[in-house]
């Protein structure tokens, strides 16, 4: 099956300091990429859409500023968390839907556990 | 705006028997796609199993299958002889393709923590 994959899995960053996340499909290529944050014991969030090559499509109540998401090619988005705070500590994760692939299909990646201290 | 609710945050299960969890929506759309994803304590995303609401039949996947109910907008998932292995959270989510005008988004509810039991 598709493979999404996330990179870090894990990462402590600073108060003050900005944190890129990665996702990339591995084996196809993606056209819409998602980016949920999920905290303890809660269900998942979508944050946003982005397509390949234009911006991203924010959520409600989400910051543009804050979260830059970029779709640079058809394998790879990228989150950046700027200027983290604590609040900002979460389980990011992205999934992908396949460029001519099945309208409903999702593949998610293994998710980004941040802590900001 | 399509809401999902699924009551029960906690369950659990004896080994080999059967459970079954309950997810109730609320939408105006006629043609859309229902989930059951897991996320195990490894916080992957496993999709379970998938409903085309356009289709009457009930989706079944080995141990898993769905009871959907569309004029009642209940998708209820049943796990027959169940393992230890189904220890996870399962959330129930809703989607409407980009085909049917929609923008593949999925909602999800807030989850059922099941625990299957030795």
């Known amino acids: 099956g598709a493979v999404v994959s996330q990179h870090p899995s894990w990462v402590i960053c600073k108060s003050g300091t900005s944190v890129k996340i990665e996702c990339r499909s591995l084996d196809f290529q993606a056209t819409t990429m998602f980016w949920y944050r999920q905290f303890p014991k809660q269900s998942l969030m979508l944050m946003a859409t982005?397509?390949?090559?234009?911006?991203?499509?924010?959520e409600q109540g989400v910051e543009k500023d804050k979260f830059l998401i970029n779709h640079a090619s058809l394998t790879l988005s990228t989150l950046t968390v700027t200027s983290a705070h604590p609040e900002d500590s979460s389980f990011y994760i992205c999934?992908?839907?396949?460029?001519?692939?099945?309208?409903?299909?999702?593949?998610f990646g293994p998710g980004t556990r941040l802590t900001v201290t | 705006a399509q809401t999902v609710t699924q009551s029960q945050p906690e369950m659990s299960v004896q080994e080999a028997e059967t459970v079954t969890l309950s997810c109730t929506y609320d939408?105006?759309?006629?043609?859309?796609?229902l989930f059951w994803y897991k996320q195990p304590p490894s916080r992957q995303m496993i999709l379970v199993i998938r409903q085309e609401a356009y289709k009457q039949q009930n989706a079944t996947e080995n141990r898993f299958s769905v009871n959907f109910q569309k004029a009642a907008k209940s998708f209820s998932l049943k796990i027959s002889d169940s393992q230890l292995g189904d220890t996870a959270m399962y959330f129930c989510?809703?989607?409407?393709?980009?085909?049917?005008?929609?923008?593949?988004?999925?909602?999800f509810g807030k989850g059922t923590k099941l625990t299957v039991n030795p």
């Open positions: 989510a809703f989607m409407k393709p980009l085909t049917q005008g929609g923008s593949e988004k999925l909602v």
């Open positions: 999934s992908a839907s396949e460029f001519g692939g099945a309208a409903y299909e999702q593949y």
């Open positions: 982005s397509n390949e090559g234009s911006k991203a499509t924010y």
């Open positions: 939408t105006s759309e006629s043609n859309y796609y």
